[in-house]
């Protein structure tokens, strides 16, 4: 199991920026895919970022263009830069990790957009 803790969250106001860090217990190296999720209150937890161990990326269409999911092997870090921030980004942010057939999940950073 990796050990996921996710800090970086807050409250902001619209067009604002947020970084969320998710600080690993293990080798970024070691993990097939790391990935950010959201889940706002009375929806499903949903997919924002991904960052796979060859370095590929994929985002949701809602933040394509505002959100750049990056790591650091140095420290075993993957961040989440949050530009241009919006009300409907409200949530708590979860940190993922899929290593070796098993999945992990952080405790979750709540990220709140005033208008």
């Known amino acids: 199991q990796v050990q996921l803790v996710e800090s970086g969250g807050g409250l902001v106001q619209a067009g604002g920026s947020l970084r969320l860090s998710c600080a690993t217990s293990?080798?970024?190296?070691?993990?097939?895919?790391m990935g950010w999720y959201r889940q706002a209150p009375g929806k499903q937890r949903e997919l924002v970022a991904r960052?796979?161990?060859?370095?590929?990326?994929n985002y949701a269409d809602s933040v394509k263009g505002r959100f750049t999911i990056s790591r650091d092997a140095a420290t075993n870090t993957v961040y989440l830069q949050m530009n241009s921030l919006k009300p409907e980004d409200t949530a708590a942010y979860y940190c993922?990790?899929?290593?070796?057939?098993?999945?992990?999940w952080g405790q979750g950073t709540q990220v709140t957009v005033s208008s």
């Open positions: 993922k990790a899929e290593r070796y057939g098993y999945t992990s």
């Open positions: 293990v080798s970024i190296f070691s993990i097939n895919a």
């Open positions: 960052i796979r161990s060859g370095g590929s990326t």
